[in-house]
């Protein structure tokens, strides 16, 4: 699919010049609401939020960043800070709190994780609707009173493709961090909504190689790519160690190795 079909609309007349305004940046095709019956896929902003939705008899609900409430909020307070897995992948400790690029933004749960915990995140992102989405979470979670202060001073969006920007920007971070596309094909509710429809939008990641070779020039310290626990590593390129979670491994791999 081409990432520039999917098409905004808005549904709150108040705002309407903010919708029209994340279209523009993010060269997205303007939808009047009432259009929308030929679109599988469409950007909706409503009264509180910008959401993807999958139109179809049996389409999931919406589809939107939130790291104020839910599950971002439940790991907040209770995700075991920096002794959790992702934490130690990364290599927080009590000293050392690294810059990080996340170079497959997706809904940028595990950025903010990071971002929480003391770190400067880059979040990339090329697909220009999942950047919107992204664009106005960053939005919402900066006016937030809890959280609002560290996502405006930790957090920032690029739209690019992570592979160019990377080969552009050398040693520019301490850490580079991906989660590329994993080609699911379990159909089943234990593959999130959110997977299902990205794989459509977006597809597999089909240059991972290329994509690890990229953070490797990017990152001064190391390169974290998450991956199921039973997954074969990134392009079959064993990392210098792994961290390992119940359902996820965190593979490890030094720059200079």
Same mark, same amino acid.
């Given at each position: ?21 994340? $279209?523009?940046?993010?060269? =997205?095709?303007?939808? @009047?609401?009432? &259009?929308? %019956? *030929? #679109? ?33 909020a ?31 933004a ?20 090329r697909?220009? $609707?999942?950047?919107?989405? =992204?664009?106005?979470? @960053?939005?919402? &979670?900066? %006016? *937030? #009173? ?88 990134? $392009?079959?390129?064993a990392?210098?160690?792994s ?15």
């Amino acid at each position: 699919m081409n990432p520039t079909a999917i098409p905004l609309y808005c549904t709150a007349p108040e705002r309407i010049p903010e919708a029209q305004e994340i $279209a523009r940046r993010f060269a =997205l095709p303007w939808l @009047l609401p009432d &259009a929308t %019956a *030929d #679109a599988r896929f469409t950007l909706c902003m409503d009264g509180e939020r910008l959401a993807l939705i999958e139109h179809g008899a049996d389409a999931p609900g919406p589809i939107y960043v939130d790291w104020v409430e839910g599950h971002a909020a439940h790991r907040r307070r209770f995700g075991g800070g920096r002794g959790q897995p992702l934490a130690k992948a990364v290599g927080l400790k009590q000293a050392q709190t690294p810059s990080v690029v996340d170079a497959t933004a997706g809904l940028g749960r595990d950025a903010f994780v990071l971002a929480s915990l003391g770190c400067a995140v880059t979040l990339l992102e090329r697909h220009p $609707a999942i950047a919107a989405l =992204l664009a106005d979470g @960053l939005q919402r &979670a900066s %006016a *937030d #009173a809890e959280i609002g202060a560290y996502v405006r001073e930790r957090m920032q969006l690029v739209h690019a493709d992570a592979i160019a920007w990377l080969q552009q920007h050398p040693q520019v971070t301490d850490v580079v961090y991906l989660d590329p596309m994993y080609p699911h094909r379990d159909k089943s509710a234990l593959v999130k909504k959110e997977m299902r429809a990205f794989q459509v939008i977006v597809g597999s990641d089909t240059d991972g190689a290329e994509l690890l070779q990229a953070a490797l020039h990017g990152a001064r310290r190391r390169v974290v790519v998450k991956r199921p626990k039973r997954a074969p590593p990134l $392009a079959e390129r064993a990392p210098a160690f792994s961290i390992s979670s119940p359902n996820t491994r965190y593979d490890v791999y030094l720059p200079m190795a």
